[in-house]
C-alpha cells in the first residue's frame, strides 16, 4: 500500500486550474481558473455539456497537461506517477478489451496496478461479486450490455485499491434500472474510498452527494453543500402543471416576464423563473384561458438542485448576482440603473457527453 505524505486535507486541491487549447487568434480557453477544494465523502461535479468537466478531470487525473495553475491528488502533484498510484478513474467512453471475459479483463488491470497473480484474482472475483457479475464472469466483455460495461469499468478503476475515485458520467448512456443500481454501488463505495463524479443529471447528483461543484463555461458558479446552497437561494421557480405542457413551452419562452422556462425531465412539469413572481401569478390564469388548457396544478415547491442551477443560470445570462459574484441571494430583486435590452433566454439542455 502506498504511504502518503503529511495531513491529507483534500482529496483534490486547486488554484487557479486552467486549460487552453490553441495559441494565439485560435487559442480557446476551456477552463478558467478552477479552484477546487474536495473533501473525504462524494463529492458531485456538475454542469451542461461543454462546461469544461471532463477538461478538468483529464487535468487531475494527468491524461492532458495543464495550461497554468496547479493542482494535488491527496496532497501529490496532479500527473505525477504518486497521485495516479492515488486514482481509480473510469473515463466517461470508457473502451474495453473486447475479447478478454471480464475476470480475465479486472485481473490483467490488476496485474498493471502491481498486484500478484494470486492476489489480483481474489481481488477480482470480489468485486465481481459486489457488481453482481460473478455469474457472467467467464462471458466476454464483447457481449455485456451497455449497464455491465460500466460496471465492470468502475471495478477496474477500484481494482489496485484507490485512495480517490474519479467518474466521469458513470450512468452514461443507461436504462433508468441501469442508472439506478450504478448509484447505488457508488453511495454503497463512499464508505472506503472517496469519489469525484460529473454528471450531467442534477437529480443524481443529488441522490449521490452531500456537496458539489457547479461549473459552466469553464468556471465555477458555486462550490457547497446541497443543503447549503439550498438554503442561501430563495426559491423562485414555479411550478406548472397542464394537460398541454409540451405544446405550452413555446408561448411562455416567448413572454417578457418569464427569464427562464423547461421541461422536468422526471415529471414532464413545466418549470418557470419569473423576472416578477406576482406578474407571473396574475398573468397564469389569463395565460390558461387564453390558451384553452387545462390546469392541473401552479405552485412554488421546494428547490431541487435542477432547479437551483437553473435559476443560477438565468441570473448570470441577465447579469444578475449569483454566488460566484455577490452577497445577494437569486430573488434580491433590486433592478438595475440600466434596464438591459429585452432578448429571449436561451434554454438550457442536458445531452448526453460534454465536450472540452
Known amino acids: 500500500m502506498l504511504k502518503e505524505k503529511g495531513k491529507i486535507e483534500h482529496e483534490i486541491w486547486s488554484d487557479k486550474l486552467t486549460k487552453v487549447y490553441g495559441k494565439g487568434d485560435d487559442a480557446v480557453k476551456a477552463v478558467t481558473q478552477i479552484d477546487l477544494r ?12 461543454g462546461a469544461g468537466k471532463t477538461t478538468t478531470i483529464s487535468m487531475l487525473v494527468g491524461a492532458i497537461s495543464i495550461t497554468e495553475g496547479r493542482a494535488t ?18 473515463p466517461q467512453d470508457p473502451t474495453f478489451y473486447d475479447k478478454m471475459t471480464g475476470e480475465e ?8 496496478g502491481g498486484l500478484r497473480t494470486k492476489e489480483a484474482r481474489k481481488k477480482a472475483q470480489e468485486l465481481l461479486a459486489y457488481f453482481d457479475l460473478f455469474d457472467a464472469r467467464a462471458r466476454k466483455i464483447g457481449n455485456y450490455s451497455g449497464g455491465m460495461k460500466q ?9 489496485h485499491e484507490p485512495k480517490l475515485l474519479i467518474l466521469d458520467e458513470p450512468t452514461a448512456n443507461l436504462d433508468p434500472i441501469g442508472r439506478a443500481d ?24 443529488e441522490q449521490m452527494c452531500k456537496k458539489v461543484t457547479m461549473i459552466d463555461q469553464g468556471n465555477i458558479v458555486i462550490s457547497d453543500s446541497i443543503a447549503n446552497i439550498k438554503r442561501k437561494f ?23 416576464n418569464v427569464l427562464k422556462v423547461w421541461l422536468d425531465e422526471e415529471d414532464e412539469r413545466i418549470r418557470i423563473v419569473p423576472k416578477d413572481q406576482e406578474k407571473l401569478q396574475k398573468m397564469i390564469p389569463k395565460w390558461i384561458i387564453d390558451n384553452n388548457a387545462i390546469l392541473f396544478g401552479f405552485h412554488q415547491p421546494e428547490l431541487s438542485l435542477q432547479d437551483v442551477f437553473m435559476e443560477i443560470m ?7 448576482p449569483t454566488e460566484s459574484n455577490s452577497d445577494l441571494s437569486l430573488n434580491d430583486r433590486k433592478k438595475s440603473k440600466k434596464e438591459k435590452s429585452e432578448k429571449k433566454s436561451k434554454k438550457i439542455t442536458f445531452k448526453e457527453g460534454d465536450s472540452r
Open 38 to 49: 474536495v473533501e473525504p465523502g462524494i463529492h458531485g461535479f456538475l454542469g451542461p455539456n
Open 73 to 90: 491528488i491527496r496532497n501529490e502533484k496532479a500527473g505525477s506517477v504518486a497521485a495516479k498510484q492515488l486514482i481509480g478513474f473510469l
Open 105 to 112: 479483463y479486472l485481473i490483467y488491470m490488476a496485474k498493471l
Open 151 to 159: 460496471k465492470i469499468g468502475i471495478a477496474a478503476a477500484l481494482i
Open 182 to 205: 450504478v448509484i447505488d454501488k457508488i453511495k454503497k463505495l463512499s464508505d472506503r474510498v472517496s469519489v469525484f463524479v460529473s454528471s450531467h443529471i442534477l437529480s443524481e447528483i
Open 234 to 256: 430563495v426559491g423562485n421557480v414555479f411550478v406548472l402543471d397542464t394537460n398541454m405542457n409540451k405544446q405550452l413551452l413555446k408561448p411562455l419562452e416567448k413572454n417578457e
Open 314 to 320: 438565468s441570473k448570470k445570462e441577465e447579469g444578475g
